[in-house]
């Protein structure tokens, strides 16, 4: 076999065995295909590698486990799970009922949602079991702020072809995209919030992958006659008015699916003491400024990001998601996160906490610990590193949750109690019971309050940020 210099069809020099049955070249990613050629695996290297795992009986052991088992099950470590023991000596009150977010994707929302429960709740002199707030109400302006700021950014772009906005993935690739506690809290502070009973779950609100696939789909078109109007010099007067006309129609489909957010709602419930009250002709922003007495706006994340190119001590900011906040953190050592949670958690207040939680999981008992499945010993495969993965594009949060305990023993957190968003059917009673081995690997973020953090921390927080693209 040999390598010979190539020509694709658009002039771009590329090199290639002889004979390939086709060539195939898109953004620069080059895929070679082969009809009948040997490829640099021979069948004796098979062979050999067949050999080598016939004479180790472990492996066959092993495979037979995990044909039965399954990967996971095949290698969990059951002493493990008796370690983590869900028991905390700083642990705050929690529901019994607990959210479940089925297939909604708004993790972020009910992360949002733990964290000023009881605050709500006390200030309604309420049970905190008898409170449920709508996620669909925050997901429903949530889409339409994230449209409106998209529609604005095609606007401003000077270069609106289609080789620079494909650039930017959240624009065409994804304009739905995730969460964070950033919009959490813009939504809030712009629109209030709603009992749950206001505008409750639908099934249409459940299958996000569906509103998400219609509501891209019409985003998308609304960008290509956006394209269209700037391409024909259109004045900024009829674009602003093409970017309402869009707005209107996006309020009225998320309407049909989320069903239409109140303006003004009456609110009967009975409190503490088996009172009955009612709050009448109240809207969602004045429900929010009446019974919400923690400022969202003194909380700011925390991250531990151990990339390459990020120095601790420094505030990264991402301006490219549109939405009305960006994403804005301050990157520190993973011991100051703990810290810092710690001491929130000591005032009775939860830490919302963005965590990568695709590994080393058992999700029915809810144990999150890097050691569960020895995947080294069984597979040969070695986990990265926090800041291998990071470095790779590897491992990064992908889920929002609540930190509401932690158990220390001499002044060391060893496990923590994470309120997830899943109901009680999985999981221990709907929490996760997370060892401090994994706080240190797959926590990415926390939201603290201003308050804790120390002189230098503060002054860290008040430079001015470094722009940053998404997976750089």
Known sequence: MY?????????????????PMFLYNKKSLIKIYYWGEKMDITLDDIKAFSKKYKNNPTNKMIENAIANNGIESAMLNRDIIAENQPVFNIELPGRVKKYSQKASELCWVYAGFNVIQANVANHLNIDIEDLELSAEYISFFDRLEKSSAIYEKIIQLEDVSYEHINKNEFIVKSPIGYGLFEFFRGIVNKYGFVPNCIMPQTKGSIDAN??????REKLRGDI????????????????????????????MLLSKILGEPIQQFTY???????NFQRLENI?????????????????????NIPRHNKPYGKVYQYTNYPHIESYTFLNLPINDLKRLGIAQLKDNIPVYVNIYRNQFRDTSSGVLD???????QTLGVTPLTKEEGQNTNSIAFHHCMAICGVHIIDDKPIRWKIEDSYGTECEYKGYNIMNDNYFEKYVFGIIIHKKYLSQEQLEAWNQQPIEFSMWT
């Open 210 to 215: 569906k509103i998400n696939t219609i509501y």
């Open 268 to 274: 009967e419930y009975i409190d503490k003491e088996g």
């Open 283 to 303: 809207t969602p922003l004045e429900f929010k400024e009446k019974f919400l007495t923690i400022d969202l706006n003194e909380f700011i994340c925390i991250a």
């Open 224 to 251: 290509v006659k956006l394209i269209k109007l700037k391409e024909k010099n259109a004045k900024i007067e009829e674009l602003e008015n093409k970017r309402k006309e869009f707005l209107e129609e996006n309020y």
């Open 370 to 376: 890097t050691r569960l499945y020895d995947y080294k």
């Open 3 to 19: 390598w010979k210099l190539g020509t694709c069809q658009n002039g771009q020099k590329m090199f290639k065995r002889d004979n």
